[in-house]
């Protein structure tokens, strides 16, 4: 049996919750999916305040925009269906997408799909990096913010993004003893206020220094770092042993687009964007008609861009599918002005050279 | 630096050594690395480490990484039991 539904969005993240409340807000009926038991993707692990500004929730901390989110999506409750748990595990050109939930295999036939499927992380190649005690920093949040679990006890994050520094506080708060943060490039990736806060906190951050490897029998017990020259290149005699239980590794993440691929959504390389990026139309279209993609799985940027991103392609795929949103004009030109807000700034050159070479296929700040 | 310690593709435990290798030998193409070797075949079906061996091509072939092609994505996305997928078809018609 083909179940039919008009809009599926995939992934309730940031981007696939704003995308289903504005859709929702338009009229439009919307599926939900997404893999977690949980909704709220990346926000149910963040435990820290958020900067921006006030429409997209600053100065609250990520489980809570997470709540109010699905608040949002929840006030829709004959337009809106969830299924939580289900991972979408194919999609196909005539846009009938496979869900798993559990051991039930589903077809659904859709009008208009939003792939808002994030991101995943990028992991780096050392010796011995298959060592039990290497962590991802998604999954440290995962143990540490959701579930309660300490990843260990003496621990040095590699990586100084604002990921790596924001998951290097939480785990000194966590009573985890970050031995120092380090970064291959020359200077500290993320913002300013996170690296001072470690850095009051007595934590070494050290840049041109990466792992050369780890050392452990069934686990991970020591790591060696070298410091990089200008050409990246390890510096002979610079190594120093750290002797650790643990190794987070907050290196970058890349856009998760494999669905978007399987369909024949044409997508390009932009390193800026964390990797292949689907090719847009400024309305979020990708090159397969009725086929959006929004949020990280676009290129990866900040929760708050993911957020203004969703609402865009909400509204933009309702509208495709007949139900114009009463506010359409003036919401698009709003949306779009904030979205160059968040983009503007020197922390937003690396997302506005990556647009730029997606050469104005989508819109480009 | 021991390469053979070097994980490239964790689901199917395939090392820096074995891409170095078949790069010597002129696989230089992601699909063939992946038919010979199994990256990218795993449970995570090469989310972790396309982007890994794309950085091992370009430097190889020295060209810069866009201009690396990635394999081929095709469903599923992720094992999938043959019994759901039957069930799922029977009250198909």
Not at chain 1, 77 to 103: A, Q
Not at chain 1, 250 to 270: D, F, H, Q, R
Request: net charge neutral; aromatic share 6%; charged share 25%.
């Amino acid at each position: 049996m083909i179940l039919n539904r008009d809009l599926v969005i995939i992934g309730a993240g940031p981007s696939g919750l704003c995308a289903a409340k504005m859709a929702a807000e338009a009229g439009q009926k919307v599926l939900l999916i997404d893999r977690n038991p949980q909704l709220g993707g990346q926000l149910i692990k963040q435990t820290h305040m958020f900067f921006g500004s006030e429409k997209q929730y600053a100065k609250t901390r990520g489980f809570d925009i997470a709540k109010k989110l699905i608040d949002d999506v929840k006030k829709y409750p004959d337009l809106v269906e969830i299924w939580d748990n289900s991972t979408v595990v194919g999609l196909y050109s005539d846009k009938v997408l496979t869900v798993l939930t559990g051991e039930t295999y589903r077809k659904v036939q859709a009008k208009a799909i939003i792939v808002a499927t994030g991101a995943s992380e990028k992991v780096l190649a050392f010796e011995n990096n298959d060592l039990p005690g290497i962590y991802g920093a998604g999954a440290v949040q995962t143990l540490m913010n959701v579930y309660g679990v300490k990843p260990g006890e003496k621990i040095v994050m590699v990586g100084s993004g604002n990921i790596g520094l924001i998951v290097s506080y939480q785990l000194m708060q966590a009573g985890v003893k970050v031995l120092a943060v380090i970064e291959a490039a020359k200077v500290i990736g993320g913002y300013k206020v996170h690296a001072s806060k470690l850095r009051r906190l007595g934590v070494d951050i050290i840049t041109s220094c990466t792992i050369k490897k780890a050392i452990g029998k069934d686990k991970v017990e020591k790591i060696v770092t070298v410091r990089l020259n200008e050409k990246w290149e390890e510096i002979p005699g610079t190594e120093k042993e750290y002797e650790v239980d643990a190794v987070c590794i907050a290196v970058g993440l890349s856009p998760l687009t494999n669905l978007l691929a399987m369909i024949g959504c044409e997508l390009k390389y932009v390193g800026e964007l964390g990797g292949l990026v689907p090719v847009l139309s400024k309305d979020y279209e990708t090159t397969i008609e009725g086929v959006y993609a929004c949020g990280d799985a676009s290129g990866i940027e900040e929760a708050s861009s993911a957020m203004v991103e969703g609402y865009i392609t909400g509204l933009a795929a309702a509208k495709k599918l007949g139900k114009v949103h009463p506010q359409y004009d003036e919401l698009m030109v709003d949306l779009r002005k904030q979205l160059d807000i968040l983009r503007s700034g020197p922390f937003g050159e690396k997302i506005r050279k990556g647009l730029a070479k997606l050469e104005g296929v989508k819109e480009v700040c | 630096m021991s390469k053979k310690d070097i994980i490239i593709c964790r689901c199917e435990d395939v090392t820096l050594e074995e891409i170095h290798q078949l790069l010597e030998r002129g696989y230089t193409n992601i699909e063939e690395l992946k038919r010979l070797l199994r990256v990218g075949m795993g449970p995570c079906q090469g989310t972790t480490c396309m982007q890994l061996i794309q950085r091992e091509v370009s430097k190889f072939l020295n060209i810069p990484i866009e201009e690396v092609k990635t394999q081929k994505v095709r469903p599923l996305t992720m094992g999938v039991k043959l019994n759901a997928i039957k069930e799922g078809a029977c009250d198909e018609s």
